[in-house]
């Protein structure tokens, strides 16, 4: 099963916590001091807040699929349609360790699709150890050498257009 996933960059946390659990009628179902996710079953959808971006408002969507096989057809089907993609493969972020790897719409949108492979302690760890990083780096989830936006997801890579219309 894919569950779709939305991030957007908050500035108060306590406050769009309080918001989204009245929206959503449920409490967060992981919380920590920069970052909040509700994992909804109706509909599915992994929904997280951070304070991490430089700017609030959306910052990525994706799918979160429940197995490596998933994440196969979804890549093999962003393959044969000819879409560039950063693949990040093992990585952490979003206090989890994920496979992964990401698309980017023709407007410049970043797609995340990724298989959840553990929860960790932490945002993200670099190099084996464990770190938390801050609102003040570049990058969010990506490696250093990726090219990122300022809230630090991939851009750049080529989507070949089907349409000239909306």
Known sequence: ?????????VQNLDQNI?????????AP????SDYAKWMLQDPPVNFAISTR????????LGFQVES????????????????????????TCCYARSDKYWLTDPQGLAW????TLDHIP?????AGAATTRTTTQATACCPPTAQAT????????AVKSTSSCC
């Open 112 to 115: 995340e699709q990724f298989h």
């Open 29 to 32: 179902a992981r919380t920590e």
């Open 53 to 60: 971006g430089a700017q609030t408002g959306l910052d990525h």
């Open 122 to 126: 932490t945002f993200s760890e670099t």
């Open 150 to 157: 300022p809230r630090g997801k991939p851009v750049g890579i």
């Open 68 to 91: 490596d096989e998933e994440l196969h057809a979804l890549k093999h089907r962003a393959e044969q349609a000819e879409l560039a993609m950063h693949d990040e493969g093992e990585t």
């Open 1 to 9: 099963m894919k569950r779709f996933h939305v991030h957007l960059h």
């Open 18 to 26: 309080a918001f989204y659990s009245a929206l959503f009628g449920l």
